[in-house]
């Protein structure tokens, strides 16, 4: 009766500082609901038209909606409410940034191979939720950022040929800026937080029928896992509007007519770049599958240098999405930096298209060098800085060599290959760990 508990506390985690980056995620996301609850209690979801005459001074006698109203009552009029308020922004943040890394983790580790590739959907299925919480979030105030973001969504909804029109007309209940609020707030309240508990129960099962992925190390292969009993790990475990915005300023202003209507492509082009890039990230594992034809179960991970292809595509994709970001901030940085706005925004467009694959070349050159590196301190040990002189009156310096735990972290990628007992077909090398 009392099995199912016993194996669990009789299981053992790995003991890896970059593990906990789901397990941040998930309590940023505990805090975010007990923070939400409580700003739920004051925050009025009205589109109504009031007049302000709160405690604020700059804003009485200025007409609002009820709801900015109830944002500014919760903020100067409530105790704590500024404080609950930050809190929960924060915790936002954190729980993408934490998603965001962890997804990182798991690609440039490989932690995606089978039979983790429905765990990877998982976690992009939660960054993607948590993205769309974000956006109905901002928007619940009413004010002026929030009224931004509505308006750059309903012009990339209104660019969308066929149905774009007839979407904004439903989300925003007739012209913007429309009675948005009432769709959002049940989204933002009740909706998407579901969503992201059931991609969390998901997460958690799929990692209890799994056993851990682990790193390489003495004693580590694909049948075991070596590290910490689950209380120990329990214990210390307890312990993208800018991504759209960038690619809104830097597309060309193209567009044409068709059957009398215009399309422009200054909307639709960047929208479906996004779309296209955010698409590719979540199907990647079984791209990867199916070019490398590896079919195998893995538990051991990987060093991000022992698949240099791999990581050159990963820091590619960085820098596309880090291009697109940087790019929304174009118009602050032209006044802080006193420059034009059009040459940087031509500057952007040009790391845009050069950035990706020159970063893909860089990092694969410096993924081969560090395995040079790694090989040549297996083979010779740590250089010491002592000097000796030969016999024949030569000069060499003494190395110390490395203990097994090291050595089995800078071979792995060979040390793999041969548990896995097949090195696979001749494509695998497309994505290979050497001279892909």
Not at 50 to 69: C, F, K, Q, T, W
């Amino acid at each position: 009766m009392h099995r199912p508990w016993s194996n669990l506390r009789a299981r053992v985690f790995p003991d890896h500082w970059s593990l906990l980056f789901g397990q941040i995620a998930f309590y940023s996301f505990v805090v975010i609901v007990l923070s939400g609850v409580i700003l739920t209690v004051y925050y009025e979801p009205s589109v109504d038209h009031v007049v302000y005459d709160g405690p604020y001074a700059p804003l009485r006698g200025v007409p609002m909606s009820r709801a900015l109203e109830s944002t500014l009552a919760i903020t100067f009029e409530v105790r704590g409410g500024l404080l609950m308020r930050q809190i929960h922004h924060w915790a936002t943040l954190i729980m993408t940034a934490a998603i965001t890394l962890h997804l990182l983790r798991l690609f440039f580790t490989a932690g995606f191979r089978r039979p983790r590739r429905v765990n990877w959907l998982v976690v992009f299925g939660v960054l993607t939720v948590t993205l769309a919480a974000a956006l109905t979030g901002t928007s619940l105030p009413d004010d002026m950022a929030s009224g931004t973001s509505l308006a750059v969504l309903d012009g990339v909804l209104q660019a969308t040929p066929v149905v774009g029109p007839a979407l904004s007309a439903v989300l925003f209940g007739g012209q913007f800026p429309g009675d948005v609020l009432s769709w959002f707030y049940p989204l933002h309240v009740v909706v998407l937080p579901a969503v992201l508990v059931v991609l969390f129960v998901v997460g958690a099962v799929l990692a209890l029928r799994h056993r851990p992925a682990q790193f390489t190390g003495p004693g580590r292969t694909e049948d075991n896992v070596v590290g910490r009993p689950a209380r120990v790990a329990a214990v210390k475990s307890v312990g993208l509007l800018c991504f759209v915005d960038g690619a809104l300023r830097l597309a060309p202003g193209w567009e044409f007519v068709v059957q009398g209507k215009t399309i422009t492509l200054a909307v639709l082009l960047p929208v479906t770049v996004c779309t296209l890039f955010l698409a590719l990230v979540a199907v990647y594992p079984f791209i990867e599958e199916r070019l490398t034809g590896d079919r195998n179960h893995h538990h051991l991970l990987q060093r991000p240098r022992n698949n240099p292809t791999r990581t050159g595509i990963g820091v590619a994709g960085i820098t596309f999405y880090g291009v697109l970001w940087a790019a929304a901030g174009a118009d602050t940085m032209a006044v802080l930096f006193h420059l034009s706005v059009n040459s940087l925004l031509q500057l952007f467009q040009v790391l845009l298209i050069l950035g990706p694959p020159a970063a893909l070349v860089i990092t694969r050159r410096i993924c081969l060098g560090l395995q040079e590196h790694d090989a040549r301190i297996a083979e010779l040990g740590v250089e010491t800085g002592i000097v000796v002189r030969r016999p024949d009156g030569g000069y060499v310096e003494q190395h110390r060599p490395v203990d097994e735990y090291r050595r089995q972290q800078l071979v792995g990628a060979s040390t793999e290959n041969r548990a896995a007992g097949d090195p696979g077909p001749p494509r695998r090398r497309l994505l290979g760990r050497t001279s892909a």
